[in-house]
Structure formats: structure tokens, C-alpha cells
């Protein structure tokens, strides 16, 4: 049985407040860029119906509400061309409990490996370490050992925006079924993608017919409105997919009371319902982004030659850069920068304990991986 005591390292937002502190002594102040935090309000359409749904006397459902579901299932479709059924959608309180949790609510443990990108949000390296399996960091399906039972994609990726296409898609999901692993799919950014290539095409979903087949097998889907409708402090998320799957994790999260407060299931269905304020908001971050980064403009044709891993702390040479959009981090930014040059020359970085050093547990061939924010990749280069 693993214990948590001593297996995980110091969350990296607290590892890096002296570096934070730091910055706020330079003149004119520091640019945030660690936490996804949204700083532009939420949407009043979504605040009333929190609002009128505040008598909530009953516990809710785990499920989410028949209405939630519905919403969930109508927004698959119209916005990401998947049809889902709705009992095959499930809410979760924010994305990151189900991010971390997962491996814990599928049954993984030791002898088995959970697969995440190398350039990674550090909740799928923890949801990993929490029941003792395996950290896998590779983005090369091939590369994906036989003993893997949960593989996560993030596309668009935090933090350097990669937008995994469809054939890259069905690449990693074919390999996941070779491997009878569940894969997932983290596409809490898939509305904000402005880059020329996804202008016109919306950014492709893993549960994506020409993906899995129209067959969700294995597969699952999950999205937050966090980024999308600035709902960062209702959590509020929700995972769709292989019914096979949802209903045992259904069952779970029903024991373990991880149900969304009905009030934010009240708010979900208005935000699920309203695309117009989506549509605000991507312009307001793509405007701050052409504001404090016009080069990311010109390179919006540039090459999408995948661009070298930084190293901690330093800059790696300046190939143009992989994908399409960038993080919400952005939104705090335009105010602030006064110099883009300047900007470009901060990066921050943290590496996982792990990663420091090569893991016993780490089958051979998978490099290490560095988790870091480089202002210059989120900002210059993506195209
Ligand atoms: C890639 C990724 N996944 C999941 C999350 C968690 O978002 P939330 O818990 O607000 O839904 C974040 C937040 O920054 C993220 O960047």
C-alpha cells in the first residue's frame, strides 16, 4: 500500500515564491505567469444563475442534474463535433481533483505506468505518485511501455501550447489501445486557439469521430470552464467518454462525495449555454497577446518545427516554436509589460525532484522531464 508521506515534493507554486517574491522588487512590478488564474470577471449570465440557485438544500447529484447533462452533451457537439450521450458525461469539481485523482479512481497502483507529455502540468506526474504507480514522461507513443494503464494528453498543451492534430491524435489512441490503457484527453484550452492554422478549424477533441473511430473505447475527454468563462473559483469541469468507464467512476465519486454543488451545476448549464462570452473573452486575450507580443504575429506562418525543451533557467536556442494557442496566464500581462525584449529574457523554472535525476522506475529511453514556463515560448513562438 503506498503512503503519501514523503512520496511527493513541495507543491512547485510554493517551491517558487521566492522566486516570485523576487520579481515583484522589479521596478513597475512582476508578470504572474505561473497560475492560469483568470483575472477578467466571470460572466453575468452565469453569476445570476448561481445566483437564483443558491437554495440548495438537498445534496446534488454526482452525476450532475439531467440538465447539466444534457448541456454537457448538446456542448460536445455543437462546439467540439462529438456526440456523446449524456449519461456517458460526468461533472467534477474543477479539473484538477479528477487530473490528480484519476489514476486513484481507475484502481492503478505500483507495477503499473501513467503516462503524461514531457513538458507537462504537474498534476498527472502527482495523480501518479499518489497510488505508487510508474511516471512515465514521453510524448512518443512508441515509446509507451506495456505495462502503461493510464495515458494523459494535453492539447493545447500547458504551458507551450501544442495542439495535438487529428492523425497525432488517433497515433496516441491506437497506441493506448495496443496497450488495453485508458487514454485522456485534457483540453481544458480548446477554445483558445488563434494561431492561422486554427482560425477557421476548431482545435480537434481526442473523442473526435475521426479520432477513435467514433468509438470511445478507452477513451475519454475532459474539459473546464475555468479558462473558457473565467469560472476558475466555482470548479467547474466535467469528463465525457467511454461509457464503460464513466459509470465505474460514477459509482466511486459517489462514495467518495466528490459531487459539483448545485449551484455551480446551475451555473455550468448557463455557461455551457452561452457561447458569446467565450467569444469576448478569446478576443480579450487575443488582443493582449498581439499588444505585448507582436512578434507572435509574424510567426504565426512560421515553421512548426517542434522547438527543444528549455533548460532550467535558461533559454533554449529559438527555433520557431510548435502550436497554436497560449494559456489564459496571459490575461494579467497586457497592463503590465512595458518592454517585450525584457519580458522574453525571464524564465522560470522548476523541475520535479524526480526529474533531476534518472528514476529507477522509468523504463529506459524516456528522457526526463522539465516542467518550466519560458516566456518567450508561451508569447513568441507559437504558430
Ligand atoms: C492543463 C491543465 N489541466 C487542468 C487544469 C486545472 O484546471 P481546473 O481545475 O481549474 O479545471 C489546469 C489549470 O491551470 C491546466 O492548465
Not at 491506437?174 to 484550452?189: K, M, N, P, T
Not at 512595458?338 to 529507477?360: F, L
Request: glycine residues 8%; aromatic residues 6%; positive net charge.
Amino acid at each position: 500500500m503506498p503512503t503519501l508521506r514523503g512520496a511527493l515534493p513541495d507543491y512547485p507554486w510554493d517551491a517558487m515564491a521566492p522566486y516570485v517574491a523576487r520579481a515583484a522588487e522589479h521596478p513597475g512590478g512582476k508578470l504572474d505567469l505561473s497560475v492560469g488564474s483568470p483575472v477578467d470577471p466571470a460572466p453575468a449570465s452565469v453569476r445570476e444563475a448561481l445566483a437564483a440557485a443558491t437554495d440548495a438544500h438537498a445534496y446534488p447529484t454526482t452525476a450532475g442534474t439531467p440538465r447539466l447533462r444534457e448541456a454537457i452533451a448538446e456542448w460536445y457537439l455543437r462546439r467540439r463535433g462529438v456526440t456523446v450521450s449524456p449519461d456517458a458525461v460526468l461533472p467534477t469539481i474543477g479539473s484538477k481533483e479528477l487530473v490528480a485523482l484519476l489514476p486513484f479512481l481507475l484502481g492503478i497502483g505500483a507495477g503499473e505506468a501513467v503516462v503524461f507529455p514531457r513538458i507537462a502540468y504537474p498534476s498527472y506526474e502527482m495523480g501518479a505518485a499518489m497510488v505508487g504507480a510508474d511516471p512515465v514522461a514521453s510524448d512518443d507513443p512508441a515509446e509507451w511501455p506495456e505495462h502503461t494503464a493510464l495515458v494523459w494528453l494535453n492539447s493545447p498543451a500547458n504551458p507551450d501550447g501544442r495542439v495535438l492534430d487529428v492523425p497525432e491524435l488517433r497515433a496516441a489512441v491506437d497506441r493506448a489501445r495496443e496497450l488495453d490503457a485508458v487514454i485522456v484527453g485534457d483540453e481544458c484550452y480548446a477554445e483558445l486557439g488563434w494561431s492561422e492554422r486554427w482560425r477557421d478549424k476548431r482545435i480537434p477533441s481526442i473523442l473526435d469521430p475521426r479520432v477513435t473511430g467514433a468509438d470511445h473505447r478507452g477513451v475519454l475527454g475532459i474539459y473546464s470552464l475555468s479558462k473558457q468563462s473565467n469560472l476558475a473559483g466555482y470548479r467547474a469541469a466535467f469528463l465525457a467518454g467511454d461509457p464503460e468507464i464513466v459509470k465505474p467512476l460514477l459509482n466511486v465519486r459517489k462514495h467518495a462525495g466528490l459531487m459539483v454543488p448545485a449551484p455551480v451545476q446551475a451555473a455550468m448549464v448557463a455557461a455551457l449555454a452561452d457561447e458569446s462570452h467565450v467569444d469576448a473573452q478569446r478576443e480579450r486575450y487575443r488582443a493582449r497577446r498581439e499588444t505585448s507580443c507582436p512578434r507572435s504575429r509574424q510567426r504565426a506562418t512560421a515553421s512548426t518545427t517542434a522547438r527543444p525543451a528549455c533548460t532550467c533557467g535558461s533559454r533554449a536556442a529559438s527555433t520557431p516554436g510548435r502550436a497554436s494557442p497560449i494559456s489564459p496566464i496571459s490575461a494579467s500581462w497586457s497592463d503590465r509589460v512595458t518592454s517585450t525584449a525584457s519580458t522574453r529574457r525571464i524564465t522560470c523554472a522548476w523541475r520535479s525532484p524526480r526529474a533531476t535525476r534518472p528514476s529507477r522506475r522509468r523504463p529506459g529511453g524516456c528522457a526526463p522531464r522539465e516542467n518550466f514556463l519560458d516566456i518567450e515560448r508561451l508569447f513568441g513562438i507559437h504558430g
